[in-house]
């Protein structure tokens, strides 16, 4: 059975040595953070502050997302596919501004911790901060720096792997904007990210990626936006074997030219929407190069003061950690809806449906560009006890039909959890998306 229990002193006194240490890595960005809050004429700035307890107990019947068909006495110890969880998070939010409003510092994060019943080999802590300093100079230029780093547990996808996995991202970004007039603004934004995993055996993952994105934008007193733009990613894999690098290649460079935008039809209904030509070129295999049109549309109708309705489209390719897959496409919809049934309680339901296209490496060994299909259907129920103490189940059923690649991968996962939030004023929390660290 489970002890309730939060980080012992050990684990804290880790975390704040990988703290100092990972400051020391970015010893300029910390200097340049203390250099405005030691500022003299700061000192009657007001910070905003929150910070986030949640304990949560999910039950999940299939955290290692096993085929229906596996044999689990050869893979699993006592061969159960089932596990609970229990999870501790502590998440915060710090927002300090200087010359303006819009002149600030941001630093926020999560600290979380996972422990599993059965599969102890997977217990684990999870963390993510990202600080940021975005400034106002004039009306005219405004931009933003930023650091993220985060750390979590991997994405299994067939049972292939059993071992604790755990990811590891680093991202910078640079961004500048100049407003040329009160509706056209031109944004430049410079990131470079690292992918990290911990096991050798999936080192040939590891990716660096470089972005650059460009464009303008143009913007109207209803709330609408139009922007324009092109967007170039250079990407490397450095830890693949010369064997790995003939079936998946070193690395490839993405080039968009896309637009995006915004328009409020009306008080009620709200698109978002972007499209974009991409154009893949890989460093060797250049017989494995495409083209292809990326779209995301999202709508949001309020029908009524209660209710809202949501409505997401996609199609764009992604990565998959399956050596005999180069690339996989996406095509989907997804069905939302919340009610606020009262003051205190609100219900959320769910609905996608996503036909995936699996394009094959050189090293597969069965079907080529095969394709699945994934449904999912999920709802919440939040109830809002007081402004700090909420309670929410909420809960999802996933299947995963991959046709010629085997049998089909079920997931049921339900869970309860409670959250303690605290405010130094009202709407920190929601403002820096705590919900979505959760």
């Given at each position: 059975?489970?002890?309730?229990?939060?980080?012992?002193?050990?684990?804290?006194?880790?975390?704040?040595?990988?703290?100092?240490?990972?400051?020391?890595?970015?010893?300029?960005?910390?200097?340049?953070?203390?250099?405005?809050?030691?500022?003299?004429?700061?000192?009657?700035?007001?910070?905003?502050?929150?910070?986030?307890?949640?304990?949560?107990?999910?039950?999940?019947?299939?955290?290692?997302?096993?085929?229906?068909?596996?044999?689990?006495?050869?893979?699993?110890?006592?061969?159960?596919?089932?596990?609970?969880?229990?999870?501790?998070?502590?998440?915060?939010?710090l927002i300090h501004p200087l010359d303006s409003p819009e002149t600030r510092l941001v630093f926020t994060g999560q600290l979380g911790q996972r422990r599993f019943e059965q599969m102890t080999q997977l217990n684990h802590t999870e963390s993510a901060y990202k600080a940021s300093f975005e400034w106002r100079w004039s009306d005219q230029w405004k931009g933003a720096l930023s650091h993220l780093k985060a750390q979590q547990l991997y994405a299994y996808e067939n049972g292939s792997l059993t071992d604790r996995e755990m990811t590891h991202w680093v991202t910078d970004k640079a961004e500048l904007a100049l407003q040329i007039t009160p509706d056209i603004e031109v944004p430049l934004a410079?990131?470079?990210?690292?992918?990290?995993?911990?096991?050798?055996?999936?080192?040939?993952?590891?990716?660096?990626?470089?972005?650059?994105?460009?464009?303008?934008?143009?913007?109207?007193?209803?709330?609408?936006?139009?922007?324009?733009?092109?967007?170039?990613?250079?990407?490397?894999?450095?830890?693949?074997?010369?064997?790995?690098?003939?079936?998946?290649?070193?690395?490839?460079?993405?080039?968009?030219?896309?637009?995006?935008?915004?328009?409020?039809?009306?008080?009620?209904?709200?698109?978002?929407?972007?499209?974009?030509?991409?154009?893949?070129?890989?460093?060797?295999?250049?017989?494995?190069?495409?083209?292809?049109?990326?779209?995301?549309?999202?709508?949001?109708?309020?029908?009524?003061?209660?209710?809202?309705?949501?409505?997401?489209?996609?199609?764009?390719?992604?990565?998959?950690?399956?050596?005999?897959?180069?690339?996989?496409?996406?095509?989907?919809?997804?069905?939302?809806?919340?009610?606020?049934?009262?003051?205190?309680?609100?219900?959320?339901?769910?609905?996608?449906?996503?036909?995936?296209?699996?394009?094959?490496?050189?090293?597969?060994?069965?079907?080529?560009?095969?394709?699945?299909?994934?449904?999912?259907?999920?709802?919440?129920?939040?109830?809002?006890?007081?402004?700090?103490?909420?309670?929410?189940?909420?809960?999802?059923?996933?299947?995963?039909?991959?046709?010629?690649?085997?049998?089909?991968?079920?997931?049921?996962?339900?869970?309860?959890?409670?959250?303690?939030?605290?405010?130094?004023?009202?709407?920190?929390?929601?403002?820096?998306?705590?919900?979505?660290?959760?």
């Amino acid at each position: 059975m489970y002890q309730l229990e939060f980080f012992s002193e050990p684990e804290i006194q880790q975390w704040r040595i990988k703290l100092k240490l990972n400051f020391s890595q970015k010893s300029w960005f910390v200097l340049f953070f203390t250099s405005f809050l030691l500022s003299p004429n700061q000192a009657n700035a007001t910070t905003e502050l929150a910070l986030q307890l949640d304990v949560s107990w999910l039950q999940d019947s299939n955290p290692l997302r096993f085929a229906q068909d596996v044999n689990l006495n050869r893979v699993l110890p006592g061969g159960k596919l089932e596990d609970s969880v229990l999870a501790n998070d502590l998440r915060f939010a710090l927002i300090h501004p200087l010359d303006s409003p819009e002149t600030r510092l941001v630093f926020t994060g999560q600290l979380g911790q996972r422990r599993f019943e059965q599969m102890t080999q997977l217990n684990h802590t999870e963390s993510a901060y990202k600080a940021s300093f975005e400034w106002r100079w004039s009306d005219q230029w405004k931009g933003a720096l930023s650091h993220l780093k985060a750390q979590q547990l991997y994405a299994y996808e067939n049972g292939s792997l059993t071992d604790r996995e755990m990811t590891h991202w680093v991202t910078d970004k640079a961004e500048l904007a100049l407003q040329i007039t009160p509706d056209i603004e031109v944004p430049l934004a410079i990131s470079a990210r690292q992918l990290a995993h911990d096991l050798p055996v999936n080192w040939v993952f590891d990716r660096d990626e470089k972005i650059v994105d460009a464009g303008v934008r143009f913007r109207t007193t209803s709330g609408s936006m139009l922007g324009l733009g092109v967007r170039s990613t250079e990407v490397t894999s450095p830890k693949r074997t010369a064997q790995q690098v003939s079936s998946l290649d070193s690395g490839y460079q993405d080039k968009e030219v896309y637009a995006e935008s915004s328009w409020q039809y009306s008080a009620l209904t709200r698109f978002d929407g972007r499209i974009a030509s991409l154009h893949r070129s890989y460093v060797n295999l250049s017989a494995m190069n495409f083209s292809a049109m990326t779209t995301e549309l999202k709508v949001r109708y309020d029908y009524s003061a209660k209710t809202r309705l949501t409505l997401d489209l996609w199609s764009r390719p992604y990565g998959v950690t399956d050596p005999a897959v180069l690339y996989a496409i996406g095509a989907g919809a997804r069905l939302g809806a919340r009610w606020q049934a009262t003051a205190k309680t609100r219900l959320s339901l769910q609905a996608s449906n996503e036909a995936q296209r699996y394009h094959s490496s050189y090293m597969a060994l069965g079907p080529f560009n095969t394709e699945l299909n994934q449904r999912r259907m999920g709802g919440s129920i939040d109830y809002a006890a007081t402004r700090a103490i909420r309670f929410y189940v909420d809960g999802f059923r996933e299947q995963l039909r991959r046709g010629a690649l085997g049998a089909d991968i079920a997931q049921n996962v339900f869970r309860l959890g409670f959250e303690y939030t605290y405010e130094n004023m009202p709407g920190v929390a929601e403002r820096n998306l705590f919900g979505g660290w959760r």
